[in-house]
């Protein structure tokens, strides 16, 4: 009788600490890094016991490592491609918590010289190597610097299937590659001809969007463009949640979805989904 007591005791003691050791590991996109990051400072006051990290690494990782079950969330700023839709059916559900536009943006430099606007087509041509110099488009006599980004980045793939027709394309003109946005938008803003693809939530004074279109109908990245439909470059800021994920998953997708995490969403510089 007295084991069986002793036993019980230890049970009553090991629970809580196992409770407050649950973890919650969330990986992928850098654009939706931000959001996350933040809405965990909240989080982690709300649920003290609970150890969580983010890092990002894109949203190739975000998608490989849930795949993997490496993470219980995983962050992803594309569609998922038809593979991994086949690869992770049954095993994650995919929650949309914001809405962006990728910006086609310049630096500050070649913006106060005119360039304030391209067309699709203009942008496509500048990527494939068609177009070369500032020069042709109503610029400075300045070869283009055209930054693109690794194949894994979700940014990559929005704007590659909508400015180059798949997701895949080659950028046969660019001559520096980039990972996050950080870099992306360090890259653009040193120098004084560049032009590359980033999140709206990173452009500043020295990395300026381009207005897309033609001259009558060009439209700015915006959070009334983005929600309207007119401005072309744009798309869902999307979290996987593993199907066998912990209480802990489950109840941070629903902050995000909150008042409160629409709120920090659209505080770092997003579209909320609501």
Do not use: C
Request: proline content about 3%; overall charge positive.
């Amino acid at each position: 009788m007295q084991h069986r007591l002793l036993i019980l005791s230890l049970l009553f003691v090991l629970i809580p600490i196992a409770q407050a050791a649950e973890q919650l590991r969330v990986a992928g996109s850098t654009t939706v890094l931000p959001i996350v990051a933040e809405a965990a400072k909240y989080f982690r006051q709300q649920n003290p016991g609970l150890t969580l990290t983010v890092s990002g690494g894109g949203s190739g990782v975000g998608v490989a490592s849930i795949d993997q079950g490496l993470i219980e969330i995983g962050m992803v700023s594309r569609d998922l491609t038809v593979a991994e839709k086949q690869r992770l059916q049954g095993k994650v559900r995919q929650v949309a918590i914001a809405r962006d536009a990728v910006a086609v943006a310049v630096s500050k430099g070649v913006y106060e010289a005119g360039v304030t606007r391209l067309s699709l087509a203009q942008i496509a041509a500048i990527y494939r190597g068609e177009i070369k110099n500032w020069q042709q488009v109503g610029g400075p006599d300045s070869r283009i610097l055209v930054i693109d980004k690794e194949t894994s980045r979700g940014t990559r793939h929005v704007f590659a299937k909508v400015v180059l027709g798949n997701e895949q394309a080659r950028a046969a003109g660019a001559s520096i590659i980039t990972g996050s946005n950080n870099e992306e938008q360090a890259a653009i803003a040193s120098s004084n001809k560049a032009i590359g693809m980033i999140s709206h939530a990173w452009l500043n004074d020295a990395v300026r969007a381009l207005a897309i279109g033609e001259a009558d109908s060009a439209v700015l990245p915006t959070f009334a463009t983005v929600a309207d439909g007119s401005y072309p470059i744009q798309r869902q800021l999307n979290l996987l949640l593993s199907q066998s994920g912990n209480k802990a998953s489950i109840a941070f997708v629903d902050f995000l979805l909150s008042v409160q995490g629409q709120q920090i969403v659209q505080q770092v510089g997003y579209l909320p989904v609501h």
